[in-house]
């Protein structure tokens, strides 16, 4: 539960944070061109509000909704989520949205984007100025990648030490880094103390890579103990620090990761079991230990029961990477930080394109998702580069051209712009309802891929 509450007030601050900017960016430009604000709202408040209050001598009440599903700046003279048609029927005020030019009106609509992509870049510039970057460069991972059956058919093997394809040496281990194997049409390794080269499709499936079981690379990680933790099953079983697991139920381990895997497997076994005995058998584990006894290497061979958590009480030995760190001064950290936002503004718009696959829309997360993304402790540097990621992804989003939404306004006075004639009200009106079904169904699918994934159907 601690967790929970944890995850939650991060979300809810980073959110309110970001909508809060977002409309101030309409409520600046609005403002600076004489344009009347009625209603600037931290979420939504149908039927009623939490809080609300209106300073004398203001056209503005400001307030906050009960509804934390983003926020708005009612603009008078304009066609919104408000739908206030009657205002719009009256003869145009020199304070309205409609009376401005259509320069002015496409600034006050990309106001609140404008704002979050450059509260993203100031983000990302402070949190390497406080911080600096630290990172571990896939060639200065001693006991390099582990790859599943796809990787092994392409020519890698256990242990490659990962280098660069022929788009570049790999910066980090990360999403980047399956982008560029993705795209590539030769991959770089090291393997055995020699560079060799691995020819590569060029058009791999990003998507299948990630939520591949397991998944096409991740870190080598050995199957030795570390360290145990007292009273759980890893020391009932006789796990001391240096043994190394060579096998689980018969399976035979050569990586943490394999271990991981069949630990796996023994919650799918446990979906379908029917009865306690079902259960019983499926958490009754065995496990074959290598010890290393002065210079002979002794086998072991251990029986125990799983709780339902199916935690066994040990840590691996994890591997003894070098890591990079970059120091940043103050002038030094905006150019990186901009450099930084526009990478992770890149990464996200080329991966759009697996939404409108099958497998894209299953992995669409809604609010749970985002929340999850929150690490479990309260830690600044990560909320922060956390909060720059969603200011990314709620101005990109809020770009596209869907009415409804920013983006949408924009495409209508970009016509209006070129063809010198404004879409009639009723065409607005209608867009209007249209983009609030697009983004309602969105957001249902974005909610119930949520709680699929809860249940464990997905």
Known sequence: MEIFLIKLLQFMLAISILVLLHEGGHFFFSKLFGVRVEKFYLFFDPWFHLFEFKPRKSDTTYGIGWLPLGGYCKISGMIDESFDTEQMQKPAEPWEFRSKPAWQRLLIMIGGVLVNFLLALFLYAMCLFTWGDDYVKPKDMPLGMKFNKEAKALGFQDRDILVGTDQGEFKKFGADM?????????????????????????????LDMFKSTPPFMTQFIEARVDSVLSGSLAEHMGFRKGDIITSLNGKRIESFNDFQYEVGRIDDVLDYAKTHQDSLKALTVTVTLARQAGEQTCKLTRKGVLKDDLKFGYMPQLPADKVTHIEYGFFESFPAGIKYGCNVL????????????????????????????????WNWHKF??????????????????????????????????ITRRKPSENFMIRAEYIGIGILMLLMVVANLNDVLRWIGIM
């Open 178 to 206: 399956f982008r560029d194997m993705a795209t590539a049409h030769k991959a770089y390794v090291i393997r055995d103390g020699k560079q060799v080269s691995i020819d590569m499709p060029g058009d791999l499936d990003l």
């Open 346 to 377: 890149s990464g996200y718009v080329g991966d759009m394109k697996y939404i409108f696959s099958a497998e894209g829309a299953k992995s669409l997360g809604g609010f749970g998702a985002i929340g999850s993304m929150f690490p479990d402790v």
């Open 384 to 417: 922060w580069l956390m909060t720059a990621f969603l200011s990314i992804i709620l101005a990109f989003m809020n770009i596209l051209p869907i009415p409804a939404l920013d983006g949408g306004h924009v495409l209508f006075l970009l016509y209006e712009m």
